[in-house]
């Protein structure tokens, strides 16, 4: 289990200027919904867009914390 | 290479969409392999479902090659894909389309 704040956290840590929406899908806390949007991901590929949001929560993934995150990505999208 | 290494790059040759998850095509186990079974069934072409669920080292081995910690995994064209996570983003983009025609030698 993982506060919604706590894994935001994670995923700031490594992408400190994206905006990090999280949903507990089922309220228990371990399966999330996190959608990052972030001017770092423009031009990336989504594969590589979805490694780095991976990468940030891979400690919580390993240790159970988190048990499933389906990952949602971004660019801000210009006015 | 290990066995389990060979093994899974001849699967990858073999199929040109493989879904490695937990359970089989007609009996899945998981929510996020009944997904993916969904998302490529409405594209028409054959794929292949090969249950890694019990198999540990495999799934060990499967994490590294790809460097990808969940099931399921998916392999087109040889190629690594990841999950729908990433499937749906890339089919709202548009990118799906031409990668399946491309690896089933689309009639363009």
């Not at chain 1, 972030?38 to 988190?66: N, P, Y």
């Not at chain 1, 990952?71 to 006015?79: M, V, W």
């Not at chain 2, 040109?16 to 937990?22: A, H, P």
């Not at chain 2, 190629?79 to 009639?107: C, Q, R, V, W």
């Amino acid at each position: 289990m993982i506060s919604v704040a706590d894994l935001i956290a994670l995923v700031k840590k490594e992408m400190p200027d994206a905006e990090v929406d999280v949903m507990d899908k089922t309220g228990m806390r371990d399966h999330f919904i996190v959608h990052v949007t972030s001017e770092k991901f423009d031009g990336m590929s989504i594969m590589d867009r979805h490694r780095t949001v991976q990468g940030s929560l891979t400690a919580a993934m390993q240790d159970g914390r988190i048990h499933a995150a389906e990952i949602k990505t971004a660019i801000p999208s210009r006015k | 290479m290990s066995a389990i290494e060979n093994e899974i790059k001849e699967e990858i040759k073999k199929h040109k969409i493989l879904i490695y998850g937990k359970g089989t095509k007609t009996a899945p186990q998981c929510g996020f392999t009944v997904e993916t079974i969904q998302f490529f069934q409405k594209y028409g072409h054959p794929f292949e479902v090969i249950n890694v669920l019990n198999n540990m080292e495999k799934r060990e081995t499967l994490n590294k090659l790809t460097n990808w910690p969940t099931l399921p995994k998916v392999f087109i064209d040889g190629k690594f894909y990841g999950d729908t996570d990433i499937l749906d983003e890339m089919e709202a983009k548009g990118e799906i389309e031409p990668l399946l025609s491309a690896a089933f030698g689309g009639n363009k």
